[in-house]
């Protein structure tokens, strides 16, 4: 199993950007997909979580301004992050969950300047 990340980048306070997440090799529909991000210096935090019947959660610090989906058909999971603030400058990675493992992407580089 394989997942793919892309979608970071250098964007200004109040602006936009949508994270993908591409599994290849594992049954994508049944399982939960996550979002976490990791600052230098701090731990890796949970961002937003989607199940496979399509129920999400966020973490407070991201309520209201991220949206996660998935799109099963092409086995991805977005993370659509808007009014970004520095504070949520941090390298993302998606990261699935299986009844037998975890596996993560390789991580995605987010830089939100002021």
């Known amino acids: 199993v394989q997942l793919q990340a892309s979608g970071g980048g250098v964007v200004q306070t109040g602006g936009s950007l949508r994270l993908s997440c591409v599994v290849f090799?594992?049954?994508?529909?049944?399982?939960?997909m996550k979002w976490y991000r990791q600052a230098p210096g701090n731990q890796r935090e949970l961002v937003a979580s989607i199940t496979g019947s399509g129920i999400t959660n966020y973490s407070d610090s991201v309520k209201g301004r991220f949206t996660i989906a998935r799109d099963n058909a092409k086995n991805t999971a977005t993370l659509q992050m808007n009014s970004l603030k520095p504070e949520d400058t941090a390298t993302y990675y998606c990261k699935l969950v299986s009844t037998r493992e975890d596996y993560w992407g390789q991580g995605t580089l987010v830089t939100v300047s002021s």
């Open positions: 090799g594992s049954i994508f529909r049944v399982y939960t």
